[in-house]
């Protein structure tokens, strides 16, 4: 006899899936974005450049006892001859960028020495452990984190229904989002890494505050932010909001609100020592250095109004992020690319499925987890918009989006696949997909 009870609870719904049968669905979604990103991503040539990443010279440098880099020159009229993207203080050059993979990189370095393993002078460490910290995880935890999310935030069809909407937003994730492109951009080891750990962060904190809300994952989560993309240290907003609001009693509240302090006092202080020891400041990341010598576009922009964050910005940057278009341009007889900008093209022409986020604002506003997260992806935006630039070279999609993407994708998956929308979304899935299989 059923138990009654099971029908009763809209968080899980009726018939709780065996492991194996979500052991299945994940796999065939692996296997599904693999056939599918595989020829794009080439995993197989993935490596560890020594000198394309500030932080993996960052790492080789510490491993001998320095903290500044070891350049041919440190003289900004010669800036040509130290990595893009490094600042110059004392006659000396240093990496700016979040310290994240300049952990891993000395990590790694000191378990090849353990093991006796040495580099091949064609990738700093064994490429199969760059693949395996990098490009694996996404597809699990986002996995993980799009089933909390769409189970916990009243998903009332069968309990097989939130993990067929984790499949199909892990795939749109990895095929129809940025991400495609920005894990190409990883084949060398290049600062690209830094946006995929980020992802994998702000993945950690959605599907736990819209899953079981432990915190602690969520914690883990905007320290991995903190580590790598900074902004998204402004979901530990909703991360701190959560550990106080869902907590059942007092002495959990206590525990709550130590952990996301101590995921605070880490992030922030290592991330503080690392300025004071570099630039004399725990508040001064160095970030204002690096265009010195420099007369590009981004060290001219920057020069506009002398600092790196400014509201006279917005007009530029909202443009380029909420309504830019793309360009199609013929390649060869029977194909077409997708061109454009050099500063992007708006997101929603290249992922449309987040379009439910507008659609959908009166139902995740009256979800406080939901709401907290979007709120903060708001802020999020706004720093953005203020940014003197808009990414990177990205012809036809936004490349800071990945910075909110992942969040919005978590709230709007409980609605996802409800009458027609399944179709919907299922069309959207393709065309983004085929969108950025189309970008040049």
Same mark, same amino acid.
């Given at each position: 006899?059923?138990?009654?009870?099971?029908?009763?609870?809209?968080?899980?719904?009726?018939?709780?899936?065996?492991?194996?049968?979500?052991a299945?669905?994940?796999?065939?979604?692996?296997?599904?974005?693999?056939?599918?990103?595989? *020829?794009?991503?080439?995993?197989?040539?993935?490596?560890?450049?020594?000198?394309?990443?500030?932080?993996?010279?960052?790492?080789?440098?510490?491993?001998?006892?320095?903290?500044?880099? *070891?350049?041919?020159?440190?003289?900004?009229e010669?800036?040509?001859?130290?990595?893009?993207?490094?600042a110059?203080?004392?006659n000396?050059?240093?990496?700016?960028?979040?310290?994240?993979?300049?952990?891993?990189?000395?990590?790694a370095?000191?378990?090849?020495?353990?093991?006796?393993?040495?580099?091949?002078?064609?990738?700093?460490?064994?490429?199969?452990?760059?693949?395996?910290?990098?490009?694996?995880?996404?597809?699990?935890?986002?996995?993980?984190?799009?089933?909390?999310?769409?189970?916990?935030?009243?998903?009332?069809?069968?309990?097989?229904?939130?993990?067929?909407?984790a499949?199909?937003?892990?795939?749109?994730?990895?095929? @129809?989002?940025?991400?495609?492109?920005?894990?190409? @951009?990883?084949?060398?080891?290049?600062?690209a890494?830094?946006?995929?750990?980020?992802?994998?962060?702000?993945?950690?904190?959605?599907?736990?505050?819209?899953?079981?809300r432990?915190?602690?994952?969520?914690?883990?989560?905007?320290?991995?932010?903190?580590?790598?993309?900074?902004?998204?240290?402004?979901?530990?907003?909703?991360?701190?909001?959560?550990?106080?609001?869902?907590?059942?009693?007092?002495?959990?509240?206590?525990?709550?609100?130590?952990?996301?302090?101590?995921?605070?006092?880490?992030?922030?202080?290592?991330?503080a020592?690392?300025?004071?020891?570099?630039?004399?400041?725990?508040?001064?990341?160095?970030?204002?250095?690096?265009?010195?010598?420099?007369?590009?576009?981004?060290?001219?922009?920057?020069?506009?109004?002398?600092?790196?964050?400014?509201?006279?910005?917005?007009?530029?940057?909202?443009?380029?992020?909420?309504?830019?278009?793309?360009?199609?341009? *013929?390649?060869?007889?029977?194909?077409?690319?997708?061109?454009?900008?050099?500063?992007?093209?708006?997101?929603?022409?290249?992922? *449309?499925?987040?379009?439910?986020?507008?659609?959908?604002?009166?139902?995740?506003?009256?979800?406080?987890?939901?709401?907290?997260?979007?709120?903060?992806?708001?802020?999020?935006?706004?720093?953005?918009?203020?940014?003197?630039?808009?990414?990177?070279?990205?012809?036809?999609?936004?490349?800071?989006?990945?910075?909110?993407?992942?969040?919005?994708?978590?709230?709007?998956?409980?609605?996802?696949?409800?009458?027609?929308?399944?179709?919907?979304?299922?069309?959207?899935?393709?065309?983004?997909?085929?969108?950025?299989?189309?970008?040049?």
């Open positions: 006899m059923a138990d009654p009870a099971a029908n009763q609870n809209p968080r899980i719904g009726s018939g709780k899936p065996q492991a194996r049968h979500v299945l669905i994940f796999g065939l979604m692996a296997v599904g974005v693999y056939l599918t990103a595989g *020829p794009r991503l080439q995993l197989s040539e993935w490596r560890v450049a020594p000198d394309v990443n500030p932080n993996v010279i960052e790492a080789m440098a510490w491993r001998h006892g320095r903290l500044d880099l *070891p350049v041919r020159s440190a003289h900004p010669r800036a040509g001859q130290r990595p893009l993207d490094t110059v203080r004392e000396k050059v240093w990496n700016v960028f979040p310290p994240l993979f300049t952990f891993i990189t000395y990590g370095l000191t378990l090849q020495d353990w093991q006796g393993v040495g580099s091949d002078g064609d990738s700093v460490f064994h490429p199969a452990w760059y693949v395996a910290i990098v490009a694996l995880p996404l597809p699990l935890v986002a996995f993980w984190a799009f089933s909390r999310a769409a189970s916990s935030a009243g998903l009332r069809s069968n309990g097989h229904s939130a993990y067929m909407t499949a199909v937003l892990s795939a749109y994730l990895i095929l @129809g989002t940025p991400l495609l492109l920005i894990l190409e @951009g990883c084949r060398d080891g290049s600062v890494v830094n946006q995929v750990f980020a992802t994998v962060g702000l993945l950690l904190v959605a599907g736990d505050l819209l899953g079981n432990r915190i602690w994952p969520a914690a883990i989560g905007c320290t991995i932010g903190l580590w790598s993309r900074q902004l998204t240290v402004i979901y530990l907003v909703a991360v701190a909001w959560t550990a106080w609001s869902a907590a059942a009693s007092a002495r959990s509240r206590r525990i709550r609100m130590t952990v996301v302090a101590l995921a605070a006092c880490m992030g922030f202080g290592s991330v020592t690392l300025n004071e020891l570099k630039f004399g400041s725990p508040f001064e990341s160095g970030y204002g250095l690096i265009y010195e010598g420099r007369d590009d576009v981004y060290a001219r922009r920057y020069a506009e109004f002398g600092r790196a964050f400014d509201p006279r910005f917005i007009p530029r940057n909202a443009w380029h992020m909420w309504a830019a278009p793309p360009m199609v341009e *013929p390649r060869g007889s029977l194909a077409i690319r997708v061109t454009g900008d050099p500063d992007g093209a708006a997101f929603w022409y290249a992922s *449309p499925l987040l379009l439910y986020v507008l659609f959908d604002a009166r139902r995740w506003w009256r979800d406080s987890d939901r709401r907290g997260l979007m709120l903060c992806s708001m802020a999020v935006m706004l720093a953005l918009l203020c940014y003197h630039n808009t990414g990177s070279v990205q012809r036809g999609f936004h490349r800071f989006a990945m910075d909110f993407v992942p969040i919005w994708l978590a709230v709007i998956a409980p609605d996802l696949f409800n009458g027609r929308r399944t179709w919907i979304t299922l069309g959207l899935l393709a065309y983004s997909a085929l969108y950025f299989h189309l970008i040049a």
